[in-house]
């Protein structure tokens, strides 16, 4: 508060008083408000803590992040399509092995022959690879296996031994006869060529010639094995004489059947045969 003088009056009184206190005159006169100005400086920019030098490195390594991020993205994406062309295949390997099974059956006959039992050959199959369904192809040619067995005295059954089994075109019969061969006494030709084989030195002669009348009609030939077992591969399919003969003891076992021979496999379980002996008198 400040001390003004009254107009009026000349009485010392206070600026703020309404009227002189003295002569009671209005005091019109009202101090003007100073604001105070005040001038805020601009602050002083703070120097960055980060060295210049890291700014660089920085700025490479977010692209190469960015990069590789956008590389497995990428990846990602072709799994996915890769695992739907994989779904979209095995759909169709599905609808293809279903459209396979429901097609009929077909039975082919067997080897038909009086001593003979056939096995069907195995089917064929359906392999499945990644998008495709290739059937394997069917065989064109048969493999005969024979198993063949004598009956001995005592009512055992053994295998046969190192034994030569033919595929002929030609019955035994017919191949002698055309080939002009007269049995042996009392014997009829085939029984005659039985005959010889269990003594080819006493009947030298019809030996040879029986086996050179032979050998113009086999088609395939095998021999067995300790267990009794042989096998004549690609054979072609059709009809065939099979015929085998072998010593035992004193006297001979024969086999003489019609096979009929398919593409795959033909099993031949021969019949024991009996053993045949050989007559004491016989050529005496």
Same mark, same amino acid.
């Given at each position: ?113 009086? %001593?003979?039992?056939?096995? &069907? ?5 359906? =392999? !499945?690879?990644? $998008?495709? /369904?290739? @059937?394997? *192809? ?39 006869? %055309?080939?002009?061969?007269? &049995? ?5 030709? =085939? !029984?005659?060529? $039985?005959? /010889?084989? @269990?003594? *080819? ?84």
């Amino acid at each position: 508060m400040s001390l003004i003088y009254c107009p009026e009056c000349g009485h010392e009184i206070s600026n703020e008083a309404v009227a002189c206190p003295n002569c009671g005159r209005p005091n019109t006169v009202r101090p003007v408000a100073v604001k105070p100005r005040v001038i805020i400086a601009d602050p002083k920019p703070e120097e960055s803590t980060i060295p210049k030098w890291v700014i660089f490195p920085a700025v490479i390594f977010g692209a190469l992040f960015l990069f590789l991020l956008f590389y497995i993205i990428s990846g990602r994406d072709d799994t996915a399509n890769s695992n739907l062309a994989l779904r979209v295949n095995s759909s169709s390997e599905r609808r293809t092995s279903r459209s396979t099974d429901e097609r009929p059956s077909t039975s082919s006959s067997g080897i038909s022959t009086t %001593d003979t039992q056939y096995v &069907p050959p195995s089917e064929s199959r359906t =392999v !499945s690879v990644p $998008g495709s /369904s290739v @059937a394997a *192809p069917q065989p064109t040619v048969g493999t005969v296996h024979i198993d063949a067995k004598v009956a001995t005295r005592t009512g055992t059954q053994q295998p046969v031994k190192n034994a030569k089994f033919y595929l002929l075109d030609k019955d035994i019969e017919s191949i002698l006869g %055309d080939a002009g061969l007269e &049995p042996i006494d009392g014997q009829t030709l =085939v !029984s005659s060529l $039985g005959i /010889s084989i @269990a003594d *080819p030195a006493k009947y030298a002669d019809f030996y040879r010639d029986a086996i050179r009348a032979l050998k113009e009609h086999i088609k395939y030939a095998g021999s067995t094995d300790g267990q009794g077992k042989a096998q004549l591969g690609s054979v072609k399919p059709e009809s065939y004489y099979l015929f085998g003969a072998v010593r035992s003891g004193n006297g001979f076992a024969m086999w003489n059947s019609t096979v009929s021979v398919i593409a795959g496999d033909n099993q031949v379980d021969l019949a024991p045969q009996s053993v045949t002996e050989m007559p004491n008198t016989l050529g005496e």
